[in-house]
């Protein structure tokens, strides 16, 4: 890792103590980011673009964390403390998804009948699954997964 960063090992290890502490300190960086996003349903011509452009916007902060999350998902399978982490942060996760649907929920033309909790849980795998993926997509195929996600979340919870 120091060698790819540009460091010396010596070097690395003034700033951190292990692997491990480096990958919690990029998967808080991720969150930080993730936390400091608006998910607030913007002012948009239809809901299906406030949509896109939101999934847009929080996947283009995801896509520079890309190697800290594939290093911390190998992390997890072994450590049970960042095990715990990750259950935490999916949960964080879906409840601004579960928050934001309940918004959407509200908007004219939403169906009031939907389950937004599952929605919200469904989808939060679907968006950590697409993010461990990206790494090995080129840029058109990451746009037609969200512009599928986008599809998938307009016609759940709006009737056309």
Known sequence: MAEEAGLAVGSFYQHFRSKRQLV??????????????????????????????????????????LGAYRAWQEAVLSDTELAQKQREIQQWTTARLTKLFDLLQRMPGARTEVDIRTLARVMDQFFWSLLAQAALMRKPELNRWLDTATHLIYHALFTD
């Not at 996003?37 to 847009?56: E, I, K, V």
């Open 24 to 65: 919690i300190a990029l998967m808080d960086e991720l969150l930080d980011k993730l936390s400091g996003l608006g998910l607030q349903p913007q002012t948009a011509p239809d809901p299906r673009t406030m949509l896109h452009t939101l999934l847009s916007s929080a996947f283009a902060h995801d896509l520079h964390y």
